[in-house]
C-alpha cells in the first residue's frame, strides 16, 4: 500500500510539472503571436501615414494621429516634422549652445561640447578652443578620433567626446541630420526646441510662406506649415495588444511632391522607440488595456 501511495504521489509530481511546463510554453506563445501581431499593426499604421502625407489629406502632416485598431491592436501614431528640430550638421555654434541651455546644461560642459561637436564635423584637424581632435581622443582613451565629416545619424552624437548618456538622451529629441537647413522652423519646433530657440535669441532663419488663416492655435499653425511644402518626417508607430504587448516602429520618411505625383523615401527605420502610450494604473478588478 505505501508502495502504491508513492507511486501515486510521484505521478502527481510529474503530472504537475507537465501541466506547469504546457502553460508556460502556451504563455510565451502567446505572447509571440501577441508582439507579432502587435509589430504589424505598427508597421500598417506607419505606412497609413505615409500613404497620408503622400495625399496630403486626412491625418495632420506634423502631430499625433488620431488613436485607431488594427486588428486586436490599439495603435497610436505621432509625426514630427524634421524641419523644427536642429540639424546637427548644420546648426550653428549659438544655436547647440542654446538646446545645451535648455537641458539644463553648465557653461563649462555647453562649450566643451559645442566645440567638440563642431570639431567633430568639420574638414579639418585644427582643435578649437576646448574642442577635441584626434589627440583629444586619444589622451581620453578613445580608440578613435574625430570624425571631420557630418554625422550620419543622431545616433553618432553618443561618440562625441564628453557626451553623456544621460546628457545624449535629453538631447536626442530636438536633434537630426535630415533638416538639411542651419535654422530651425520654430511654427515646427517642439517647446524643448522653442525653448533652444529662446535660449540662443534666434528665430527663423530663412522666409516661408505665410500660414493659412485658421486662427491662433500652434498644433494648427505647425500642422499647416508642414503642409505647404515637401517635409521629411519621423514617423513614430506604436501598437498595444490585448495582453498589454507592445510594438514600435520609427522611421525618417522624406517626402517629395511632383508634377505627375508624389513620392517617398524611407531614410531610416528602427523597430524602438519612446512609449507613445501614457501609462495606466488599473482600478481595483479591472484590467488595464483589456
Known amino acids: 500500500m505505501i508502495a502504491v501511495l508513492w507511486v501515486v504521489a510521484l505521478l502527481a509530481i ?19 503571436l501577441a508582439q507579432a501581431q502587435a509589430r ?12 497620408s502625407l503622400l495625399a496630403r489629406e486626412g491625418e495632420p502632416a506634423h502631430g499625433a494621429v488620431p488613436e485607431r485598431e488594427i486588428g486586436h491592436s490599439t495603435v497610436r501614431v505621432v509625426i514630427e ?25 553648465a557653461e563649462g560642459e555647453r562649450r566643451r561640447v559645442v566645440a567638440a561637436i563642431l570639431d567633430w564635423r ?18 581620453a582613451g578613445m580608440a578613435y578620433g574625430a570624425k571631420d565629416a557630418h554625422f ?12 553623456s ?5 535629453r538631447l536626442k529629441p530636438a536633434l537630426t541630420v535630415h533638416a538639411r537647413r542651419p535654422d530651425v522652423d520654430p511654427r515646427l519646433a517642439s517647446p524643448l526646441v522653442r525653448l533652444a530657440l529662446a535660449a540662443a535669441d534666434e528665430s527663423v532663419g530663412a522666409a516661408r510662406p505665410p500660414l493659412p488663416a485658421g486662427g491662433d492655435d500652434a498644433a494648427s499653425d505647425r500642422r499647416a506649415a508642414a503642409r505647404l511644402r515637401n517635409a521629411t518626417c519621423a514617423i513614430h508607430a506604436q501598437a498595444r495588444a490585448p495582453n498589454g504587448v507592445t510594438a514600435h516602429v520609427t522611421a525618417i520618411v522624406a517626402v517629395r511632391h511632383r508634377d505627375r505625383g508624389a513620392a517617398f523615401t524611407i531614410l531610416q527605420w528602427r523597430a524602438d522607440g519612446d512609449e507613445l502610450f501614457p501609462a495606466t494604473v488599473p482600478r481595483e478588478g479591472e484590467a488595464a488595456w483589456s
Open 14 to 32: 510529474v503530472a504537475g510539472a507537465v501541466s506547469a511546463t504546457v502553460r508556460g510554453e502556451a504563455r510565451l506563445a502567446g505572447n509571440l
Open 81 to 105: 516634422d524634421e524641419a523644427g528640430k536642429l540639424d546637427l550638421n548644420l546648426a550653428r555654434a549659438r544655436l547647440l549652445d542654446g538646446l545645451l541651455q535648455a537641458v539644463g546644461s
Open 152 to 163: 550620419d545619424s543622431v545616433e553618432e552624437l553618443q561618440l562625441v567626446l564628453g557626451m
Open 165 to 169: 548618456p544621460a546628457l545624449y538622451r
Open 122 to 139: 568639420d574638414a579639418d584637424d585644427l582643435t578649437r578652443p576646448d574642442g577635441a581632435e584626434d589627440r583629444e581622443y586619444l589622451a
Open 40 to 51: 504589424h499593426a505598427a508597421e500598417g499604421a506607419l505606412h497609413l501615414a505615409i500613404l
